[in-house]
């Protein structure tokens, strides 16, 4: 079967290897639509995927056989790669482990072939099945949903408040999202790239700043009557985000950092920690939130198809190439590879 295998040092090989057998307990998904995520092209900018693996773990596909003794699951079932509830003693260390550290221990875990390939096995409690109404360029979408709707259910969002997110790519684009659909008001987002702005816009953003043209902490001051939004989420991680986003947050606000930022950040707390900020971090997802995520996909509250345009489809042969654009800032939006 075909698949991206990583060598190393930021280089993909789109090549044969062989096709998995499930397992007992396990079974075979034929994928159809796998979307690139942050997380592998930082694993591919820094190369910290371990040679010989196939990354991609944001897809769609069917059943296509099912291992000894799997009863859960028939030949043909729609389903994405994840979401399912982790039976006890299978729960992945970014969760358990009392010191997990991403940056040394991110990628060691996990080195089964995974996404960007035609094929791959799961244990059977791993998958989700997907709505009938859900199409699969929408159910690929699920995890990235799932950071999202995970980031904002750590928040402090309450009905009516005011929200700022920073960096309208696909995860700040699901985030506007889902801040909506939890009852914010108000969405102000700062992003410099015309067609992120456009595609902030079409999903709710309330008004958008391109943080070149004007300085985000003030607009977003100016825009909540001089307060600052009750919450900010940075989906960024750019050297001065962070700092804007406290700059910007009202007093006893939440600052959600999502993005996960590789370099060391300046920060210069005396000029907002009189207002007694609260910060927080956000770490991937549970297997609820993807529930909730295909709920809200099926129910059109968030929607894949304005994060997604016809150029973001691209073929297997084309990772290559589209790594090596993912790792500079971008206008692209969601990038979706159809095996
Ligand atoms: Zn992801």
């Not at 897809?59 to 043909?76: H, L, M, Q, R, Y």
């Not at 006890?88 to 875990?109: C, D, L, Q």
């Not at 992003?191 to 992120?196: D, F, K, L, M, N």
Request: proline residues 8%; glycine residues 10%.
């Amino acid at each position: 079967m075909k698949a991206a295998v990583y060598r190393s040092k930021q280089l993909f090989e789109v090549t044969d290897i062989p096709k998995p057998e499930p397992g007992p307990g396990e079974v075979l998904i034929k994928v159809n639509q796998s979307a690139i995520c942050g997380t592998d092209v930082h694993a591919f900018m820094y190369d910290i995927a371990p040679p010989g693996s196939v990354l991609g773990h944001e897809f769609a596909g069917v059943i296509a056989a099912t291992g000894k003794g799997v009863t859960i699951w028939k030949e043909g079932d729609r389903v994405i790669g994840g979401g399912g509830e982790w039976p006890t003693g299978k729960e992945p260390p970014t969760k358990i482990h009392p010191r997990y550290n991403y940056r040394k221990m991110g990628f060691s875990a996990n080195t089964r072939t995974r996404g960007y390939a035609e094929y791959t096995v799961l244990e059977d409690w791993a998958p989700l099945p997907i709505p009938d109404s859900v199409p699969d360029e929408a159910a690929a979408l699920t995890e990235p949903c799932a950071v999202a709707v995970h980031a904002v259910r750590r928040s402090s969002v309450k009905l009516g408040d005011s929200v700022g997110v920073i960096g309208a790519g696909p995860i700040g684009l699901l985030a506007i999202q889902a801040a909506r659909a939890a009852g914010a008001s108000q969405v102000i987002v700062s992003e410099p790239a015309p067609g992120r702005t456009n595609a902030a816009l079409a999903v709710g953003a309330t008004e958008v700043i391109d943080p070149f043209e004007q300085d985000p902490v003030d607009r977003m001051v100016e825009l909540t009557n001089g307060r600052g939004p009750e919450v900010i989420f940075d989906c960024a991680g750019l050297k001065n985000t962070l700092q804007q986003a406290f700059d910007a947050v009202r007093r006893d606000g939440q600052v959600v950092l999502v993005a996960v930022p590789w370099e060391p950040l300046p920060l210069l707390p005396a000029e907002w920690m009189a207002r007694e900020i609260d910060f927080r971090s956000s770490w991937g997802s549970l297997p609820a939130e993807w529930k909730i995520s295909l709920n809200l996909l099926a129910d059109g509250k968030i929607s894949a198809s304005s994060i997604m345009t016809d150029t973001s489809t691209i073929g297997l042969d084309k990772i290559q190439e589209t790594f090596e654009a993912l790792m500079s800032p971008t206008t692209q939006l969601q990038t979706i590879i159809r095996m």
